[in-house]
Structures are given as C-alpha cells and as structure tokens.
C-alpha cells in the first residue's frame, strides 16, 4: 500500500541552522501515528514544514503528499490537497470573525458549493459537538480567547474543513480532563466518520493517547525520530520519561 | 505590479460641462465672494460675514504643520470659487435631471436605500438638486435641508448657531469656507425627537480646477440624537482640485449626534476640512471618519466637551495608497467639563509609498475633574517604502485624569499569513482579511451598504499590491 504521507531523509533549515536532521516517517492511509518528544525537540519544526510554512526551508529531502511532491507547494496549495495542521499556538486575527474565516476557507476549498444558511447550521453542529458557545461565531479568531478555546477552535476548524491529513500539534497542552476528553472524542468522531483519515498527533503526554488510539509512536530527540514502536512505548516513556533515549542518542554520537 | 487606482478609478467619469448656468471666474476677489451673495439672495449679515471672512482669509498664513510642501503647491488663483449646474432645487426625483440621473447610477446609490433613507440630498457641484424628505421626518419637525436653503427659509436658527463653532478666525482654510461656502447640509432636530434612519448626503466634485466649499451646521436640540452620513467619491482629473468644508455639530444637553464620513476623493484632491462639535451636558458627539482618496487630507475632527458627563468619541481611518498620497488626519478632543469622557481610536494603513499621519490634540482644561480618556493609535503599513507618523499632543491642566494611550505600528506578520493560508486561503485574500480585520472598527459601525462599498474600494486598493 502506497503511503499517505512519505517524509524522506527530511533536512530543515532556519535562518541557516539545521533543525532537522534527516527524518523518515511514513503514515497510510487510516493510521494514527504518535510523535512525542521534548520540548525543542522539533515536533512544531516538522509539523510547520508539513504545512508549508515559508521560514523552514527543506535544505535536503522529499516530502510526499498521496503521491505527490509538495516540498515547494504554498501552504494554502497543500490544504487544498487535503492536509491541515492544528497550531500549538494559534494566532488571533482581529476583526475577522470565526464565522467568514470559516466560509472563506470552506469556500477556498470546496468551490462555492454550500448556501451560507447551510454553512451556518452545519457550523453550529460542529460547535455543539465541542461545545463552544454559538456566539463564538461571530467573535474575531482566537482573539481573546483563552488556551482551552484557542485548542477547541482548532478542532472545529478541522472539522469543518474536512481535510485528508491531519498535524495536530499538541492539541491537549494547557487542557484540563474535561476539555481534553471533548477534544479527543471530537477528533474520534471525525475520524470514524472519514476511516481513510491519516493523523499525525504530536503531544508530550500519553493521556491523550488512552482517547485518541495510535497505531505507532515516534520519539524525537534532537531533531529526528529515534525510537518508533507501537502504543506501548508511550507508555514506557510515561513511567521511564524521555532521559535514557536521550542519553542513548548521546552515547551513539 | 499595483495599478495605481489613477490610471483605473472606477469613478473616474465627468460629464460634459456645457450644463453649467454659472461659473465664477479664476482666483478669488471681493467681487465673486459679492456676486456668490448676491446670487443667493442672503441676507446682508451673512454678506457681511463672507467679506469679513475674505479679509481674514487674505490675511491668514498658510499652517505650518502638516504637509506644508503640498500645501504651498495650492494655486488659488487657478480655482472657480463656484460652480451652479442647475437654476433651482428639484422638488421630485422625476424633476432630476437625466443626466445627474446617470450620474447617481454609476456612483452606484443603491435603488433600496431611496426607499429606506429619510431623505437624499445630494449635493452636484456647489448646489444641491436633489432634497426629498419623508413625510414622517417632516411630522417629527426635523428640519433637513441644504445649506442654502436653510439660511433662506430657517434665518433665526442659522444666525443663532452658524460660526459659533468655528469662526472665520480658526484657520485659512475656514476663513476661505466661510467667504465663499456653498451647499452642505443644515439640520435641526427638535428636543426630545430621534431620527432614526440616517440620514445622508451625497457630495461630488465635478468641475476641473473648481473649489467646493460646503458648509455644514447640525443642530440636535435637548435629548434628541440624529446619524447624518456624507460620503464622496470624485472622477479623475489632470489637475489639482481643492476641497475645503467646514461642519459645525451642536448637541444641546442630553442629545446625541453621530456623523460619519467617508471621502474617497481621486487623487488630485486637496481635502482640507475643519469639522468641530461642542457636546454639552450629558450630550454624546461621534465622528467616524474614513479617509479613502485624495492627494492631501487634513482633517482632525473636534469635539468640545463643555458640558458634565458629555461624551466623546472619535473613530478616525485613514489609508495612504501611493507615494502621491498623503492622509494627515487624527481627532481633538477638549475636556472643558468635569465628569466627561473620550475615546480616539484611529487606524492607519499605508502602502506602496503612500504616508498616513496621525496628528491628535487631547486638552483637559483646569477645573475639568474626573476627566477619562482612551486613545488609541494603530498603523499598519504594508511594505518598506510607506510610511507612518504619530503626532500626538497632550494639554493636561487638571491632576487625577485618567488617561490611557496606546500606538501600535505593524505590518502584515508572515504568521498569520501563514495561519490563515494553511485552511487553503490564497495569499491575496490572507492579506485582503488581516486589512479589512484591521479596519473592522470602523466598518462594523457603518449602515450595511457603506460597509459593503468600504469593503469594496479596500479590495480594489489592494488589487496587484501583491509583489
Ligand atoms: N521560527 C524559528 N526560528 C528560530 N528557531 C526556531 C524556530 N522554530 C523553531 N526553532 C528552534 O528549533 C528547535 C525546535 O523547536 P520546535 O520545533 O518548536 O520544538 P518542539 O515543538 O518539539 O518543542 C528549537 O531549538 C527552536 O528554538
Ligand atoms: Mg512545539
């Protein structure tokens, strides 16, 4: 079966530094993959460069999206193809409502095919299903909204964008149970409703694991993937914590 | 690259001149400021007034702020002080002639809002043609009238309160108005009455090299309130054209007073305007200022507040398109009362060398306890060669003021960018939505069509600013 994602000795500059070095991850089509690590570890660089963010610049390597090579397409050209990214930290637009972002962006994406009434009640089943107050609609993006809103809103958006691939970047930080638990089922419901559906979950903390089930989990130390394993290993790296791959990467140098 | 809006202005039309039934001679002299009179049939306290103000005009220097090198380059002897397209005011829109007719088409008034507005005076060169008023604004007592018309058929109200506001000794450009003004609107509301829907006034410069000079005297008597609404747009012409009003809003105790403006002058347009308002007891005042076009604005509406617990309020946008375009605008505000309160809010945005200048007053005179004001300055300008200046001026001659004052300058952050193309949003739009989001305080206070139209003229703006 041909890979839904293919990243393949993946090398990534900023500003002239390499960040990563060489990564190879491969995701089908259905699957759930994991990625954890620590904090400056380079997850947020991986998922960023996935999405086509113009300051990463892949200095080596191919990235490969349902069979094509997106190493040069444009962010927006890339969530056409089906990919969307769900931001660590996502930014406020002030004066742009949630609502015409969310119908701008359909509309970029699927052609003008829904009616704004259409649009409108299909926005609030999605916004039920989170449940995030109706009158979020009509408030400016993210703009004062707080850490556990910012996240749920990203997961609407997901939801209403209907894409092929999903990054999620730590789409549990700064969430408390309850919220975590309404984001996990939100992601699993969209995910039973599009079984072809690819993730890449990017998190610290196997919690959310025990929700969103992986099929395999990678462990990013320093700029590259250097254990993969199933779901088991996020939970070895829950009692044993991240230190002894660190080290053993160390020694390996 | 851009197309300069120049070279494809949608508005950028005239109609042949061969209509016009008077046309003043270049350059100004007692003899037209007396012929303007005469034509007018005014009575003689306001011939007396215009000589005055001529004598004063002569006088006066040039400001020395602002944009002073533009402002030097004004030739007034190269201006017609006044131009009069037809003899009388219609009475119906039938009447109208075909050609205006045409004219209102292409500017695009919407067909709805003839039914839904109280009243249309639009205002064709130096006089107003057209006037209607509803039936049910006339029962409230609500007088709307142009200018002229309101010195003929309402004297005692305009000799009550005409200059109180703004005398012919403010600056050059008032003294001007005050010589040779023609047209604008006069409105009077009676205590106790709101009106409801707006009401709005179309203005347009027609003749090349002629000067237009409303004037414009607003009266909302004791606890009532009123939103007037004047927004322009003016075709294209080779040579400069000056355009210097004068507005004058009274708010007696308790009223309330709401004036909107948005000019989108072409670009060869000098737009020097001097709009001031005294807000008394417990009165609200609020300019909504939106600076579109011309070559050179200046303007800084004022509001006076003279009476307790009167209210303020400023929302001023400006953008600077172009390095032939520079918006000098910003707001004063004057605390002469105690327990009075103030909001500025004023958004920027230049690009492609155009400057876009914030220049704003905020005066707290002794005796004025318990004075609250906000004022905030945003600029965002959009690439290198533009460019973007606060002048801000603080007067404070009371203590325990509370003031808040914040400036911001940004431009458009790769990030967001970056955020709102991830969900498949194409660069020009990303850019097109953080604009017209920057804007949205202003926009979001407008009647549904102007929102639409200022939505409208941004995009075409922005059009090929995308490197
Ligand atoms: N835009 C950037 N500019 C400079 N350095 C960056 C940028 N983004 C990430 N980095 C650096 O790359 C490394 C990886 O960061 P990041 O990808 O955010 O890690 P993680 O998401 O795993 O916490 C860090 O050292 C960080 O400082
Ligand atoms: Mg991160």
Do not use: C
């Given at each position: 079966m041909d890979a839904l994602l293919k990243i393949e000795n993946l090398h990534i500059e900023i500003d002239g530094k390499e960040i990563l070095h060489g990564v190879n991850l491969?995701?089908?089509?259905?699957?759930?993959?994991?990625?954890?690590?620590?904090?400056?570890?380079?997850?947020?660089?991986?998922?960023?460069?996935?999405?086509?963010?113009?300051?990463?610049?892949?200095?080596?390597?191919?990235?490969?999206?349902?069979?094509?090579?997106?190493?040069?397409?444009?962010?927006?050209?890339?969530?056409?193809?089906?990919?969307?990214?769900?931001?660590?930290?996502?930014?406020?637009?002030?004066?742009?409502?949630?609502?015409?972002?969310?119908?701008?962006a359909n509309k970029a994406l699927k052609g003008d095919a829904v009616s704004p009434k259409e649009f409108r009640k299909l926005l609030y089943e999605k916004m039920d299903d989170l449940e995030i107050d109706h009158a979020f609609a009509t408030r400016y993006i993210n703009d004062g909204f707080s850490g556990g809103e910012k996240k749920r809103m990203e997961i609407l958006q997901m939801a209403m964008l209907e894409p092929k691939f999903v990054i999620l970047d730590e789409p549990d930080s700064g969430l408390d149970i309850d919220s975590l638990k309404l984001v996990a089922d939100s992601i699993n419901k969209f995910k039973t409703r599009n079984p072809q559906l690819g993730i890449l979950l990017v998190t610290h903390y196997q919690r959310i694991l025990d929700y969103v089930k992986p099929n395999k989990v990678h462990v990013f130390v320093d700029g590259n993937i250097v254990e993969s394993g199933g779901p088991e290993l996020a939970l070895e790296l829950e009692k044993k914590g991240y230190d002894w791959l660190v080290q053993r990467e160390e020694v390996r140098k | 690259?851009?197309?300069?809006?120049?070279?494809?202005?949608?508005?950028?039309?005239?109609?042949?001149?061969?209509?016009?039934?008077?046309?003043?001679?270049?350059?100004?002299?007692?003899?037209?400021?007396?012929?303007?009179?005469?034509?007018?049939?005014?009575?003689?306290?306001?011939?007396?007034?215009?000589?005055?103000?001529?004598?004063?005009?002569?006088?006066k220097p040039m400001p020395k702020w602002g944009n002073t090198k533009l402002l030097n380059e004004i030739d007034f002897e190269n201006i017609f002080y006044y131009v009069k397209s037809t003899e009388k005011q219609e009475k119906s829109w039938e009447d109208v002639p075909k050609e205006i007719k045409n004219t209102f088409d292409r500017l695009g008034i919407p067909e709805a809002e003839r039914k839904f507005l109280a009243g249309v005076s639009a205002q064709y060169e130096s006089?107003?043609?057209?006037?209607?008023?509803?039936?049910?604004?006339?029962?409230?007592?609500?007088?709307?009238?142009?200018?002229?018309?309101?010195?003929?058929?309402?004297?005692?109200?305009?000799k009550k309160y005409f200059a109180t506001i703004i005398p012919s000794e403010d600056n050059k450009f008032a003294a001007l108005n005050s010589a040779v003004w023609s047209g604008g609107s006069f409105i009077y509301v009676p205590p106790h009455t709101n009106v409801e829907i707006p009401l709005q006034a179309y203005f347009r410069i027609n003749t090349e090299n002629m000067g237009q000079f409303e004037r414009t005297l607003i009266i909302a008597d004791e606890g009532s309130s009123v939103h007037y609404i004047e927004g322009c747009t003016a075709p294209t012409y080779s040579s400069d054209s000056l355009h210097s009003a004068v507005v004058e809003l009274i708010a007696l105790k308790g009223a309330k007073i709401r004036y909107t403006t948005i000019q989108n002058w072409s670009k060869n347009v000098y737009n020097l305007v001097t709009k001031r308002a005294v807000a008394h007891e417990n009165a609200v005042v609020e300019w909504l200022d939106?600076?579109?076009?011309?070559?050179?604005?200046?303007?800084?509406?004022?509001?006076?507040?003279v009476g307790e617990h009167a209210h303020g309020e400023v929302v001023s946008v400006a953008l600077a398109s172009g390095s032939d375009q520079h918006q000098d605008a910003g707001a004063k505000i004057i605390h002469a009362a105690p327990n009075t309160t103030s909001v500025i809010t004023s958004k920027s945005i230049s690009r492609n060398g155009g400057r876009a200048s914030y220049r704003g007053l905020l005066k707290v005179h002794k005796g004025a306890t318990n004075v609250k004001s906000t004022i905030k300055c945003d600029a965002l300008m959009l690439d290198e060669r533009s460019r973007s200046d606060t002048y801000p001026t603080m007067e404070i001659d009371e203590k325990g003021v509370q003031i808040e004052h914040e400036a911001t300058v940004s431009?458009?952050?790769?990030?967001?960018?970056?955020?709102?193309?991830?969900?498949?949003?194409?660069?020009?739009?990303?850019?097109?939505?953080?604009?017209?989001?920057?804007?949205?305080?202003?926009?979001?206070?407008?009647?549904?069509?102007?929102?639409?139209e200022l939505n409208r003229l941004i995009e075409l703006e922005m059009e090929g600013s995308i490197g």
């Open positions: 491969s995701i089908n089509t259905g699957e759930v993959h994991a990625l954890m690590g620590r904090n400056g570890s380079g997850k947020s660089t991986l998922s960023n460069t996935l999405m086509g963010h113009p300051a990463y610049k892949v200095s080596k390597g191919q990235i490969t999206f349902n069979g094509t090579t997106i190493n040069n397409l444009k962010s927006n050209e890339r969530a056409k193809l089906g990919l969307f990214l769900g931001f660590q930290y996502p930014l406020s637009i002030p004066g742009v409502t949630v609502a015409s972002f969310l119908r701008q | 690259m851009a197309t300069e809006l120049n070279n494809d202005y949608k508005y950028g039309f005239h109609d042949s001149e061969e209509n016009y039934t008077f046309k003043s001679g270049r350059g100004l002299t007692r003899e037209i400021v007396l012929s303007i009179s005469k034509m007018k049939n005014e009575p003689q306290w306001m011939t007396d007034f215009r000589l005055k103000s001529l004598e004063i005009f002569y006088k006089e107003v043609i057209y006037h209607s008023l509803r039936e049910d604004l006339k029962k409230l007592g609500v007088i709307f009238l142009d200018m002229d018309s309101g010195l003929r058929e309402h004297p005692e109200i305009v939106g600076n579109m076009g011309s070559k050179l604005t200046m303007k800084y509406p004022s509001i006076y507040l431009k458009i952050e790769d990030e967001k960018l970056f955020y709102l193309m991830s969900r498949g949003i194409s660069e020009e739009q990303a850019k097109l939505m953080i604009v017209n989001g920057f804007m949205e305080v202003f926009v979001k206070e407008l009647p549904m069509e102007y929102a639409v």
